[in-house]
């Protein structure tokens, strides 16, 4: 949970006023804040010496293709995406931290570490789950109902597993810095989304939450997990620990889907009531961020910006940037 990623982040928002054609998402690193656009990322790191450096990046055409735009398949390319950009701005804001910038991370590293994180998280939230579970599997009773009642106690396992993650992770100093840059950036994209300026004194007025935070895609996958696996009912156990490994990918697409949806009808009731609960969650995910963090996460916005417009990027200002360049696509 070190980083969070908008989703869905190209839906538009009726509640904001003049809204742009476009709507950037981002995450938080290690001190400093991701954002992503249409053509290209950017990152935005505080140095130790208070300096900001930044690296931009094009998008894969992966990212940015027709794929992007089919219903249900686009929930897998967004996590895909979410996966190796933030990897790989985690890594990023690593180096420049312990100011070792330069090195950049190969992609078999990348690989590895990736495998390493999907294979951790279908673990710990998925399998462990199902092995709880099914030490009340003779309790449950049979039939459909027996079924359904296993279902509920996976899923309140695997919710019950998330919450208290997120929640103990959040005592760690370190983890509490990146959540406050989560903070700021949020607080950043919804000053853009509502097209005031991105200074400190407007940033400051908006909350911390947003409905299209990656918090909120997660809780929406764990709910969606329970009704997918309901239909599944109580096959033997290789297939069910091989469905909550292979379905992975459909329930992020399903849940991705609901998530657009619900940023593109928020001014529905029944919308603003079903996203409630993630809104309340980020309570545990970011924090309220300092100025010279609010900074940084302009700073990213701001290059983005000019990269996608093609426009000579931000160089030393009032946050005491380094001036960046693109990256030479692969």
Not at 74 to 96: F, H, K, P, Q, W
Not at 273 to 281: E, N
Not at 310 to 315: A, C, I, K, R
Request: hydrophobic share 45%; aromatic share 8%; charged share 20%.
């Amino acid at each position: 949970m070190a980083s969070e990623r908008k989703v869905g982040s190209d839906q538009p928002d009726p509640g904001t006023r003049s809204a742009p054609r476009f709507f950037y998402g981002g995450q938080a690193v290690i001190e400093g804040v991701l954002i992503r656009g249409r053509r290209f990322s950017s990152v935005a790191v505080r140095r130790p010496d208070g300096q900001v450096a930044t690296q931009v990046s094009p998008l894969s055409s992966v990212y940015t293709g027709v794929i992007r735009r089919v219903p249900l398949v686009r929930g897998i390319v967004v996590l895909v995406e979410t996966l190796v950009l933030g990897t790989r701005a985690l890594m990023y804001s690593a180096n420049v931290s312990i100011e070792q910038e330069g090195k950049e991370m190969g992609r078999w590293s990348m690989g590895v570490t990736m495998t390493i994180s999907l294979g951790f998280a279908v673990g710990i939230f998925f399998l462990l789950p199902l092995l709880v579970a099914s030490l009340f599997h003779g309790f449950l009773g049979p039939g459909v109902g027996g079924d359904i009642l296993f279902n509920v106690v996976e899923g309140g396992v695997r919710l019950a597993l998330f919450l208290g993650y997120v929640w103990g992770i959040g005592f760690i100093p370190d983890i509490r810095r990146v959540f406050a840059y989560h903070g700021a950036e949020h607080m950043t994209v919804k000053a853009y989304e509502a097209n005031d300026p991105l200074e400190i004194a407007h940033i400051r007025k908006y909350s911390t939450a947003h409905p299209r935070c990656g918090t909120a895609f997660l809780l929406v996958v764990m709910v969606m997990a329970i009704l997918v696996f309901a239909f599944l009912g109580r096959p033997p156990i290789f297939w069910l620990v091989l469905s909550r490994i292979v379905l992975v990918p459909v329930i992020a697409g399903l849940a991705y889907e609901v998530i657009r949806f619900s940023g593109g009808h928020q001014n529905s009731a029944l919308v603003r009531l079903v996203v409630a609960p993630s809104l309340m969650l980020q309570a545990l995910t970011t924090r309220q961020p300092d100025d010279d963090q609010i900074r940084v996460a302009v700073h990213a916005m701001r290059t983005t910006l000019a990269a996608d417009q093609g426009q000579e990027l931000p160089s030393e200002g009032e946050s005491g940037t380094k001036e960046a360049r693109p990256e030479t696509p692969e």
